[in-house]
């Protein structure tokens, strides 16, 4: 009981030095709490939850990737987030096809924002482009544009660039020209 209460309060620590952006200090408790042992497995597996995100804002992509890994192993029922996190540090580090799969991951999962999920959507398109499927890239930016239109500028531009690639070009320039009314 008494190593349980110390990755318990690890945790906590950790938690209020992320709020605080100390982030040396939170992945460090964070550390210690994973390090405790497994006598809390929920508070284990967010502690690597967010000694992920401490890593990613580092810029440790690898041991981002290896936490949040962890973290979805772990858990009973992951935050959906994990998976847009997850996408994005595969998304950072050039592995398109690992990243589509995790963004489609928390697309399919989320109950969130449609600002968030948009965006979900637009870096799933970004990973498509990257991997030179156009036409599927096209259709995600346009599904993206319909999820939130309020942030619909990207989404349309990249529908520009899909179809300039195409060679479609009048219908290019229709999509730059929208991007104007918004």
Not at 113 to 134: F, T
Request: net charge positive; charged share 25%; aromatic share 14%.
């Amino acid at each position: 009981e008494l190593l349980e209460a110390k990755q318990i309060i690890l945790y906590n620590l950790g938690i209020k030095e992320f709020a605080k952006e100390e982030y040396n200090k939170a992945k460090t408790n964070f550390t210690k709490s994973i390090n405790t042992g497994n006598y809390n497995i929920d508070i284990k597996a967010k502690a690597y939850l967010w000694r992920g995100e401490t890593n990613y804002i580092f810029k440790e992509y690898s041991a981002a990737e290896s936490d949040f890994k962890q973290y979805i192993k772990l858990s009973k029922q992951p935050n959906p987030e994990v998976f847009y996190s997850l996408g994005y540090t595969l998304f950072i580090t050039e592995r398109y096809n690992e990243a589509n799969r995790e963004f489609d991951n928390f697309i399919n999962r989320s109950n969130e924002s449609k600002q968030l999920k948009a965006d979900a959507l637009n870096r799933k398109g970004d990973c498509l482009y990257m991997m030179r499927q156009y036409n599927n890239a096209y259709n995600t930016y346009i599904e993206a544009e319909k999820t939130h239109n309020l942030t619909a500028d990207y989404s349309i531009y990249m529908q520009g660039v899909t179809l300039g690639i195409e060679k479609r070009h009048k219908d290019k320039i229709n999509a730059m020209q929208r991007i104007a009314t918004i």
